[in-house]
């Protein structure tokens, strides 16, 4: 079952901060970040493989918390270049196995 | 990070013919690659998993017989959209794993006339 996502859509001025989250109805083993623009691939943001795991870089981070089923992603300071539209994708069993993505929240960051 | 190519990025075709989709992994070896499909404004769909040197896992639905994946090395996979209709029309992209991690490709746009 997809994972939910909220926002869907948020717009931001720069420098503003966005927390978007993703939920999911089964027990997660990791979540991956995404970010797509438009007309292109997503590109890998990162992965958190254990509950209450949290990881960062630049001003883009997140957290896992198992048991609650959830992933946060933050963004700080926003800039013109955060704008896409940003996925979750679970994983479900231990060892790798195949990603569901999420609904998405499309984030839009404005002069 | 790694990189993952896709060729080709656009295909046109006509009604009833078939299309190949090549997708390599350039700077590492993947033993599992995954085929996705993107409608417009909607998330990423899974189609199957691709398994160098063993058959491909279809996602419940998606008709294997029309969409032919072939993982013949540890740096390629190629799905083949067989029979194409209007509704195949798409943007397929393929991802490459590298221990945890999925790495994608640009993706080929699929527009079926």
């Known amino acids: 079952q997809q994972p939910v996502q909220s926002p869907q859509a948020v717009i931001l001025r720069e420098g503003e901060d966005a927390v978007i989250n993703c939920s999911s109805s089964k027990a997660l083993y990791s979540v991956h970040w995404y970010r797509q623009k438009h007309g292109e691939a997503p590109v890998f943001l990162m992965i958190l493989l254990k509950g209450g795991e949290q990881k960062g870089h630049d001003k883009i981070s997140a957290s896992f918390n198992e048991k609650k089923q959830q992933s946060s992603l933050y963004l700080t300071a926003s800039q013109l270049s955060y704008s896409g539209t940003y996925f979750c994708?679970?994983?479900?069993?231990?060892?790798?196995?195949?990603?569901?993505f999420g609904t998405g929240t499309k984030l839009q960051v404005i002069p | 990070g790694a990189v993952v190519s896709q060729h080709p990025s656009w295909v046109i075709c006509k009604s009833g013919t078939s299309v190949k989709i090549e997708c390599r992994s350039l700077d590492f070896q993947a033993t599992t690659m995954f085929w996705y499909r993107q409608f417009p404004k909607q998330s990423l769909m899974l189609m199957a998993t691709?398994?160098?040197?063993?058959?491909?896992?279809?996602e419940q639905g998606v008709e294997k017989d029309k969409f032919l994946i072939n993982h013949a090395s540890l740096t390629l996979s190629t799905l083949t959209v067989t029979s194409a209709h209007p509704e195949d029309s798409s943007f397929y992209i393929c991802?490459?794993?590298?221990?945890?991690?999925?790495?994608f490709g640009p993706g080929t746009r699929l527009l079926v006339l």
């Open positions: 991802s490459a794993r590298d221990w945890e991690t999925q790495y």
């Open positions: 691709s398994n160098e040197g063993s058959k491909a896992t279809y």
């Open positions: 994708g679970t994983g479900y069993s231990g060892g790798y196995q195949k990603v569901t």
